[in-house]
């Protein structure tokens, strides 16, 4: 029997769906996807990063699954998803919408919670109509609209040409990363963790990224590596939340501060001293609460609108 390709015990190991479903999107691929909690809930969906699954929620789905219905879905390639012969930020938004009409009722809305290039897919979409449709709010973690390499500091030197070369040649490697080793630990928790990180936090993550198929890793590395969706940001109309680490090497705070100064709403951003690039799994208690803020303030002010149109119903 092969290894789990995630932790499995603890709160990083993933709790098991209350049900499993495949939502299909506009190019015919098949993504899978999990809901937790109970179905009259308020909704939220989470879509993950490059490289990582629905695992990587696994603190949130189950700090939020006992008060909301938390849908999480894997991305073409990733975990339980397969991989696909598309890779594009048009692919990520038509993914994104197919999960969002696969699991919510027409005019249904939810809170949208993306980390790194689950943030981008959140941008992508920003202008589909099924986006706006069902969106009520949304939560942007540890990602940016462009210049990813370019402003990468995965590298301990200063910004350049030469750095912005390598960076992308290690990014896009398309060298396996082997099993989970103590020196594969370490890599990982540099490139992408802060410094405090704790030793079961880097498993988790270990776990998961290790656990992407090479050609998946790097099919998904030269999309990010072009990203331009400077002109989405400004279509992201619904309130919107950003959040990043101090310490984050792949997207440094240049980018959460650009993009909380771009959006048209932008309700709030955190700076969480000391973490890296993983916030779910290195901050689960800020950005759990970063979603239960933005589902307090934005569903629930959907219920009491919905309550008082009923009530004026003849």
Do not use: N
């Amino acid at each position: 029997m092969s290894r789990p390709a995630h932790v499995t015990s603890g709160p990083y190991a993933p709790p098991a769906p209350r049900r499993e479903l495949v939502a299909v999107s506009a190019d015919g691929s098949r993504l899978h996807v999990e809901v937790h909690g109970e179905e009259g809930a308020p909704p939220v969906v989470l879509a993950h990063g490059w490289t990582c699954s629905t695992a990587f929620w696994a603190a949130q789905i189950r700090a939020l699954s006992a008060t909301h219905r938390v849908v999480a879905y894997d991305q073409r390639g990733h975990g339980r998803s397969p991989a696909a012969r598309e890779h594009s930020t048009t692919a990520l938004a038509d993914d994104l919408v197919a999960v969002l009409g696969a699991t919510l009722a027409p005019g249904e809305r939810a809170v949208v919670a993306g980390h790194s290039m689950g943030g981008m897919t959140i941008m992508a979409a920003a202008a589909r109509p099924e986006f706006t449709e069902h969106a009520a709010a949304a939560l942007l973690c540890s990602t940016g609209s462009s210049a990813l390499v370019e402003r990468a500091t995965v590298l301990p030197v200063g910004a350049g040409r030469a750095r912005t070369r390598v960076t992308g040649a290690v990014l896009g490697s398309r060298a396996p990363l082997g099993p989970v080793t103590p020196v594969a630990r370490k890599i990982l928790k540099y490139a992408t963790m802060g410094p405090g990180s704790a030793p079961d936090r880097v498993e988790a993550c270990a776990r998961i990224v290790h656990a992407c198929p090479t050609g998946v890793r790097h099919a998904w590395s030269r999309v990010l590596a072009g990203l331009d969706l400077d002109a989405d940001v400004a279509r992201l109309t619904v309130p919107t939340a950003v959040l990043g680490g101090t310490a984050d090497r792949l997207t440094p705070l240049v980018h959460a501060r650009g993009l909380a100064a771009a959006l048209p709403h932008c309700v709030g951003l955190t700076e969480l001293t000391g973490v890296g690039h993983m916030t779910p799994v290195e901050a689960p208690e800020a950005v759990t609460r970063a979603v239960r803020e933005l589902s307090a303030r934005h569903l629930d002010d959907l219920d009491d609108l919905d309550t008082t149109e009923k009530e004026k119903t003849p």
